[in-house]
């Protein structure tokens, strides 16, 4: 029977009053050098498996973990979900991830150091392409023609006009995205794309980013989101968070690595 | 919430939200890796990887999008060979072969009537390669060594519409290959050393200028900070920019927004000389390990778009 550790976080100091993760499994903390440690549970199975709803409800527990050390402490390097340090074949878990803490100590201080106090905003802003397909005289043109064609025409036409309508608004979304990007990077002190999220129905994805702010900096990415909306009446935003800095617990900077 | 009376002073702000409805989706992606070729269970089964640190994080959610833009080599060799791995998983590799750039794309099958096959394509260190995985063939290969010349040729395509495609000449004779991004492969093969395999007889509809791997400064609220990313200098179009993960181009300038083109000291990534393009709303910083044929480039777009100014060199003295 092998031991493994399911690791939450790394952490700064040693948190207490660490309560339950997944399961209700008991909290512990494995601390390393500098001060820095990771939030584990002991975990002889393998990896988490199951049905949507439990990974749902798992991803859930994870964090909250995440979220309460956060709360305590005021930054952390969020784990991904599923990672478990295994057992060597010498080696207990825990001196394996002691030694892992005790490699990347003084980057993972140095990122806990910068990342304290910092919040993730998650901002998504498309454009809704009735409304930007309103402004455009071909698409007016277009919809008034297939008022006067008969019904059978009209599903063909129908087709070519949503086809037109994107075209426009994905011209513009081109356009707009280079100034929301250079508005949103400057209220933030790093920025990361997500993976374009769907779009609802009808709109057209301008931009999905991760803003890291300082705590006491957000109303102004509020603000500049609010501008934003009062502009463009065609703007769909969604705007999530305070989140722990879930997406910057990697590398320090945007700059991409060299490339060669 | 604030009061009508309360706007009057202070401008509206959006309230971000935490609620659980809501934000679910985004949780579990920012919580899950659901890579296709990376799981994290490699985690207990990798024996000489005890632990993927931290720093992964990024690389796995971005690895699609790394791949397909060729940016393995600027990942640390312990990524790399995880990721070497994992895709042989799937994909047979040699021993010392590496994974340059994978995109969607397919092969024509000009033996049998043109049928295009549909698979990824690879381009490794030692080859190129469209790839099946289901069922597994190897639909087409080559060795770099065997490539004489790569081409992009636009065709119309069955629905009468343009698509570029990539001629690649081997000593076989020439393979047509499809590809999500084919401006982009071509530009890696360039890299590798394929240059053109004949004048091309079918020039593409605009033709660039200047294209490859350029940084570009953006601006945080933290200061100003390189990004990676590759930048097409057409004479017609002025210039493009777009980060290696970005959704969409950061900058898009027209021929006739570059007002003025030069070249100052700084450090950047690729080295201490910094490109300033002056534009009416304000100045743009690029990097290049070698500027010149950007500067060239962009002074030639520039002087195109404003013949009035065709006798200055576009340096202030």
């Known amino acids: 029977m092998t031991t493994g550790l ?88 825990r001196a394996r991830l002691q030694e892992w803490l005790g490699a990347g100590a003084q980057q993972l201080r140095e990122r806990l150091d910068a990342l304290k106090d910092r919040v993730e905003l998650r901002v998504e802003i498309g454009l809704d392409q009735h409304q930007v397909g309103g402004r455009n005289p071909d698409v007016v043109a277009m919809q008034a023609e297939l008022e006067t064609r008969p019904q059978g025409v009209r599903r063909l036409m129908r087709k070519r006009l949503d086809q037109l309508e994107r075209e426009v608004t994905d011209a513009l979304a081109d356009e707009r995205y280079q100034q929301y990007r250079r508005r949103l990077a400057a209220v933030s002190e790093e920025l990361s794309e997500n993976r374009s999220a769907r779009p609802g129905e009808g709109v057209v994805s301008v931009l999905t980013v991760s803003l890291l702010v300082p705590r006491d900096a957000v109303p102004g990415v509020g603000r500049e989101l609010a501008a934003i909306q009062d502009e463009e009446p065609a703007a769909v935003i969604r705007y999530l968070g305070p989140w722990p800095p879930y997406s910057f617990a990697d590398v320090p900077g945007l700059t991409a690595p060299t490339m060669a | 919430m604030a009061e009508p009376a309360a706007q009057a002073v202070a401008p509206r702000a959006m309230e971000p939200t935490r609620d659980l409805g809501a934000t679910l989706p985004d949780l579990l992606e920012v919580l899950l890796n659901k890579g296709v070729y990376l799981d994290l269970d490699l985690i207990i089964t990798v024996a000489d990887i005890p632990l993927i640190g931290v720093n992964l994080r990024a690389t796995i959610a971005g690895i699609e999008t790394m791949l397909e833009y060729g940016m393995m080599r600027s990942w640390d060799e312990q990524t790399r060979e995880w990721v070497r ?79 570029v495609r990539l001629a690649v000449t081997t000593t076989d004779g020439t393979a047509t290959l499809s590809a999500a991004a084919p401006e982009r492969l071509h530009g890696m093969l360039r890299e590798q050393g394929i240059g053109p395999a004949a004048p091309a007889r079918n020039p593409r509809p605009e033709s660039a200028a200047h294209e490859g791997s350029l940084w570009y400064q953006e601006q945080l609220a933290s200061g100003p900070v390189w990004r990676g990313g590759t930048a097409v200098v057409d004479r017609a179009g002025g210039v493009t920019w777009k980060g290696a993960l970005d959704q969409r181009p950061a900058v898009r300038l027209r021929a006739e927004q570059l007002l003025s083109v030069d070249v100052e000291s700084g450090r950047t990534p690729a080295g201490s000389a910094v490109v300033v393009v002056r534009t009416p709303t304000g100045g743009v910083r690029f990097a290049a390990q070698d500027p010149g044929p950007w500067v060239r480039a962009l002074r030639r777009a520039s002087r195109a778009a404003r013949p009035e100014l065709s006798a200055g060199a576009g340096g202030k003295p």
């Open chain 2, 85 to 163: 791995r994992s895709v042989s998983r799937h994909l047979p590799l040699a021993e010392d072969e590496e994974i340059v750039m994978r995109m969607a794309g397919g092969h024509r099958d000009d033996e049998r009537h043109g049928t295009w096959r549909p698979g990824t394509v690879y381009l490794t260190s030692r080859r190129l390669i469209v790839w099946r995985a289901d069922p597994k063939e190897v639909l087409w290969q080559a060795r770099l060594e065997d490539v004489t010349g790569v081409d992009l040729r636009t065709e119309r395509s069955i629905g009468g519409e343009d698509r």
């Open chain 1, 6 to 93: 399911y690791v939450y976080a790394v952490v700064a100091g040693e948190p207490a009053d660490l309560g339950t993760g997944i399961d209700g499994a008991a909290l512990e903390v494995v601390t390393g050098p500098d001060d820095v440690a990771a939030v584990v549970h002991r975990h002889a199975a393998g990896p988490y498996e199951g049905a949507d709803d439990d990974v749902r409800r798992w991803v859930v527990e994870h964090s909250d973990v995440v979220e309460r050390v956060w709360e305590r402490t005021g930054t952390v390097l969020p784990m991904s979900f599923n990672v478990i340090v295994a057992e060597g074949e010498e080696t207990p878990a």
